[in-house]
């Protein structure tokens, strides 16, 4: 069993930045890819990034390209969402994800093995 706890989220005005920290327990998270998903009223569950277990792979969602960054600290067990130049339709609720699969953009919601409770992300205009 993994458990997945996130932290950092807030209320950021347009352009500003927040980090989003993802701490998971258990040994063998270490070998689980780990990424964001957000998920805002009405919407689905969507994928943002994800990183593998060596940290040297990530993927991103089209919407987060050359915004976002992934990292992911091994020791720590620990991963990590910069997050700049945010704008309004970045507002949702973010979740860290754990899976035991690479699927890089790919992974949608329904390939993630646990989550975490989610942390909002306010980004006001």
């Known amino acids: 069993q993994v458990q997945l706890v996130e932290s950092g989220g807030g209320l950021v005005q347009a352009g500003g930045s927040l980090r989003l920290s993802c701490a998971a327990s258990a040994r063998t998270s270490s070998t689980f890819v780990l990424g964001w998903f957000r998920q805002s009223p009405g919407k689905e569950r969507e994928f943002v990034a994800a990183?593998?277990?060596?940290?040297?792979?990530?993927a991103y969602a089209d919407s987060v390209k050359g915004r976002f960054t992934i990292s992911r600290d091994k020791a720590k067990n620990t991963v990590y969402l910069q997050m700049n130049s945010l704008k309004p339709e970045d507002t949702a609720v973010y979740y860290c994800?754990?899976?035991?699969?690479?699927?890089?953009?790919?992974?949608?919601?329904?390939?993630?093995?646990?989550w975490g409770q989610g942390t909002q992300v306010t980004v006001s205009s």
């Open positions: 990183v593998n277990w060596s940290g040297l792979n990530a």
């Open positions: 994800a754990a899976s035991g699969w690479w699927y890089g953009s790919g992974w949608s919601h329904e390939r993630s093995d646990y």
